[in-house]
């Protein structure tokens, strides 16, 4: 895992601050040995040091306050002291008096390209100049009375010696001693604690030691664990902060210190860092928005959290006691969420979540939560075949959701008013018989209500027929139909007798007409014979059932006239007999 990292900018690291604190004596020029009769500039240095300020100097065996800088023509130790700070490491002036020296710098550090010069009394033109380490001749960059050795280090410490022709004689030098220091020293790797808690910030520190002389000189740090950089080299602070250290964390650490100029690396010591995780405690899962029964659809999320614990936590979530994990997340979080952006019935039923952060593991108590189906619309329908049926009939109305968690209640409406309530306490169809009777015609209905949703069915309509009215209206139209069949038979009638009376009426046929004896003649003792009944009408009406029909019959008297032929029928009063 990638430490995140904070870099801390240090004015001073703990070592130069340490030696600022002490002062310098610094000679210029910066040769040793000398001849005789020149002059050397001593400078004391450090913080706070300023050009012609009084300092306690040591020279010729004792404390004296000079100025500073000071210039000294004799050989000897040489100090100085500020009040507050501690005296400098002495310096060693050599004034020579020998025809030919080789000067060394006073101070040469590791990456220093150094100058040795061979110089004769009074800078006499020199020939076949040579140079020697440790005795035995050395090759060099040799320039004249000059020898350069770039990239000095402490393989190059040693004593040196020129020799060279001078005019008069050949001549050799005394030996002087090249000390290659160091630059820094190796630095120390520090922390704030070799077994910290995860979780919790840590400290490294890369601490090294630059001397006043090269107080100006910029150094990089790298961090590594394990062989692999956590610090990029371009990182000029020597303090690596980890804000919350992980038990991933752990291993092996070091630093290295680099100069930005010269090619000088220093690693540190390797430092063991074991990273202590913290068992999870306190585990707690809820419901939001905290309710025990959702609506289908709705969105659920169950949250499962510790209180403590450190490292990557391993969330899982358990339903209805089944081993495996219904769903399992695992990132640096002291919560975690489980949605459910659209919640099914089939999600119902209890819950507990188990956090591990491979230290240990703990079980949350149990959540439930029921999921409630809305009613869908309910289906109206009737026994009654094409919606129609006669009064006296028993009509069986039924009532039906598909889908609607139970309990579902429902009412049956007619005409907009509640016909019938029924409970049905694991949902379902619900049905109740109507004897019906004329008044139960009209518009039907049906509503299912579970409490959370209600729904209307389509309306529908029932018609009811009644048997004995439809009989009274087909007599009552037959007998209408009587009354217009008599009202004209008795217009006819009307119209043949006036017909008659007025002469146009047709002469009887002699068979049809039977003589008929003057009683004045004939007297008692002849009787008059019967004349057949002759019906005018007959049928008026075909025959219909409950259908009553009349036939009106003209009865004819008359008298036979012997003499004469013709027969002229007499005014008959009576000659109409009605039904």
């Keep these: 895992m990638l430490l995140w990292i ?119 033109l020199l020939k076949h100049i040579s140079y020697y380490k440790d005795k035995k001749p050395f090759s060099g960059v040799n320039t004249n009375s000059t020898l350069s050795i770039p990239h000095a280090n402490s393989d190059h410490n040693g004593w040196y010696s020129c020799k060279a022709q001078l005019k008069w004689s050949q001549k050799t030098s005394k030996d002087v001693k090249l000390q290659v220091l160091e630059l820094f020293s190796p630095p120390k790797m520090k922390t704030t604690t070799s077994e910290p808690m995860e979780g919790t910030p840590v400290t490294l520190s890369c601490e090294t030691q630059l001397p006043l002389q090269r107080s100006d000189t910029k150094l990089n740090f790298s961090f590594f664990r394990d062989g692999r950089v956590i610090t990029s080299t371009q990182q000029k602070s020597q303090v690596l902060q980890i804000p919350a250290i992980q038990r991933e964390d752990s291993g092996s650490y070091w630093c290295e210190a680099e100069t930005m100029t010269q090619d000088i690396k220093k690693q540190s010591e390797h430092v063991k860092i074991s990273v202590k995780r913290i068992p999870v405690s306190g585990i707690l899962l809820k419901i939001r928005p905290p309710k025990t029964q959702v609506i289908e659809g709705e969105k659920l999320v169950l949250e499962c959290s510790v209180a403590g614990g450190t490292g990557n936590i391993t969330f899982c979530w358990h339903k209805d006691n089944v081993k495996d994990c219904l769903r399992k997340k695992t990132q640096y979080s002291l919560k975690e969420e489980f949605v459910f952006s659209t919640i099914k019935k089939s999600d119902e039923g209890r819950y507990h979540c188990v956090a591990d952060n491979n230290i240990n593991n703990i079980s949350s108590g149990i959540v439930a939560f029921s999921v409630i189906i809305p009613v869908s619309r309910p289906l109206l329908t009737f026994s009654a075949t094409g919606m129609q049926t006669v009064v006296g009939n028993v009509v069986e109305l039924r009532c039906e ?108 046929k002699p068979s049809r007409d039977l003589p008929i004896t003057d009683p004045q003649e004939s007297g008692h003792s002849n009787s008059i014979t019967p004349v057949e009944l002759q019906p005018i009408y007959a049928n008026v009406t075909p025959f219909i059932e409950n259908v009553v029909y009349s036939e009106v019959w003209n009865m004819k008297q008359g008298k036979i006239n012997r003499v004469n032929n013709s027969v002229t029928p007499p005014e008959d009063k009576d000659s109409l007999e009605g039904l």
């Excluded at 604190?21 to 040769?31: E, G, L, R, Y």
């Excluded at 004329?438 to 729904?455: L, P, R, T």
């Excluded at 009354?483 to 119209?495: D, E, F, K, N």
């Design 6 to 124: 904070s870099l801390w900018i240090l004015v001073s690291i703990n070592g130069q601050a340490s030696a600022a604190k002490k002062a310098v004596v610094i000679p210029s020029p910066s040769w040793i040995p000398v001849f005789k009769g020149e002059k050397v500039t001593l400078t004391c240095s450090g913080f706070h040091f300023l050009e012609g300020e009084k300092l306690w100097w040591f020279y010729e065996q004792k404390w004296q306050k000079k100025s500073n800088p000071l210039e000294v023509k004799k050989t000897g130790e040489y100090r100085c002291e500020k009040d507050g700070l501690m005296h400098s490491d002495p310096v060693y002036l050599l004034f020579s008096t020998d025809d030919l020296i080789l000067q060394t710098p006073y101070s040469v550090f590791e990456g220093d390209t150094v100058l040795l010069i061979c110089r004769g009394w009074n800078d006499v």
């Design 401 to 508: 959701v598909l889908r609607g968690s139970a309990p579902i209640f429902y009412q049956f409406y007619h005409k907009g008013l509640i016909l019938e309530t029924i409970l049905a306490p694991f949902g379902g169809i619900v049905s109740f018989n109507l004897s019906v009777t004329i008044e139960h015609s009209g518009n039907y209905s049906c509503k299912a209500n579970n409490s959370f949703s209600s729904q209307l069915s389509e309306i529908l309509e029932l018609s009811i027929l009644d048997p004995t009215g439809r009989s009274l209206l087909i007599m009552g139209i037959m007998l209408s139909l009587l009354g217009i069949l008599s009202l004209t038979a008795v217009v006819l009638l009307i119209y043949f007798k006036l017909k008659r009376k007025s002469g146009r009426s047709p002469v009887s």
